[in-house]
């Protein structure tokens, strides 16, 4: 198993190319055969970053739904929950791949589109009590795998939790919560879905991506934009042009700040000029995703409130004659 999920992790590495769109939809399956599909996020980073303080911990391997109200979910979003690492896979200089499992009789239990809530423990506080650093990831397994769920994670060096994952061996276990929901997909809730995500922010896109093209039903047309720092930061870009050469809704657009002399596609910071080519135009059939860092949040249609509600819409979205409730910011 160990050298096949580094296999998967090698074909999620990126390889410079530009926009790519299809006519004609040929095969559906993943990596070597294995279906990888996108779920949101190797840290949502346009999600909240914190802390938590709690005095106990309520920790279950699985916490089993009763067999006559429906299958075994291996989350539970009231507990935090240990979940086993089973493998890990390097998938660029700085992105690593992680697998942790569960009863393989059970599903995770996420929807489209919800992430979980992990934590690790960072000592105590002045009174004794445990201190946790709690971040929200998006698993990029399929949402009805059984047994197991990945993780794309970042990791920084000033990242707490990064770093706590950069420190796990297999055999260890990791603290889960949830699912979180965020946005909830519905099929063909709109005619043509346009997506701009920066760095880690892919995943929750990719699990929208993957939910309607594997959905016959669903004629939804996505176009995405996805901008990094260079050419080698690009995450999972083999899948993405996978789908967006095999199925004819889906097209994407790669810009980098730090283009290398072969690269063929977008460079600089997402413009205007990339948005009114890449994007549905502002109507009432359209929805705008965006995800990522807090830079480009606000350079794109203004970061999240304090809270974490939607907030005012601002940036080049707002300037282009989107509305508040023609963006959901992840």
Request: positive net charge.
């Amino acid at each position: 198993m160990a050298a096949f999920f580094r296999r998967v992790a090698k074909a999620a590495a990126a390889t410079p190319l530009g926009f790519r769109s299809a006519s004609k939809a040929q095969s559906q399956s993943g990596f070597g055969g294995f279906r990888v599909p996108f779920g949101a996020i190797a840290a949502i980073s346009g999600g909240v970053s914190y802390c938590y303080y709690l005095s106990s911990t309520n920790l279950a391997y699985l916490d089993q739904v009763n067999e006559e109200t429906g299958p075994k979910v291996a989350l539970n979003p009231n507990k935090w929950l240990d979940f086993k690492l089973e493998d890990t896979a390097t998938v660029s200089h700085n992105t690593k791949l992680f697998r942790f499992s569960f009863d393989p009789s059970s599903k995770l239990g996420l929807d489209v589109a919800s992430c979980i809530l992990t934590r690790a423990p960072l000592g105590q506080d002045t009174e004794g009590k445990p201190k946790y650093v709690v971040r929200p990831y998006t698993p990029i397994s399929p949402t009805d795998a059984k047994g197991y769920f990945d993780l794309l994670i970042k990791i920084y060096p000033e990242g707490k939790m990064s770093q706590h994952f950069a420190s796990l061996k297999p055999g260890d276990v990791l603290q889960v919560k949830g699912p979180i929901e965020k946005l909830r997909y519905t099929p063909n809730m709109k005619k043509h879905i346009g997506m701009i995500a920066g760095g880690s922010g892919i995943t929750p896109m990719l699990q929208v991506v993957e939910a309607i093209v594997n959905n016959p039903d669903d004629i939804t047309q996505v176009s995405l934009i996805y901008g990094n720092v260079s050419p080698d930061d690009i995450l999972l870009k083999q899948k993405l042009d996978l789908l967006a050469t095999t199925h004819p809704n889906f097209k994407v657009f790669y810009t980098v700040d730090r283009p290398t002399d072969n690269w063929k596609g977008g460079k600089g910071y997402i413009s205007k000029e990339m948005a009114v080519k890449g994007l549905p135009h502002p109507g009432d059939d359209t929805l705008i995703l965006v995800c990522g860092p807090p830079g480009m949040m606000n350079h794109i249609s203004g970061d999240k409130a304090q809270d974490r509600s939607q907030g005012e819409l601002t940036g080049i979205l707002k300037e282009l004659g989107y509305t508040a409730d023609m963006v959901y910011k992840f």
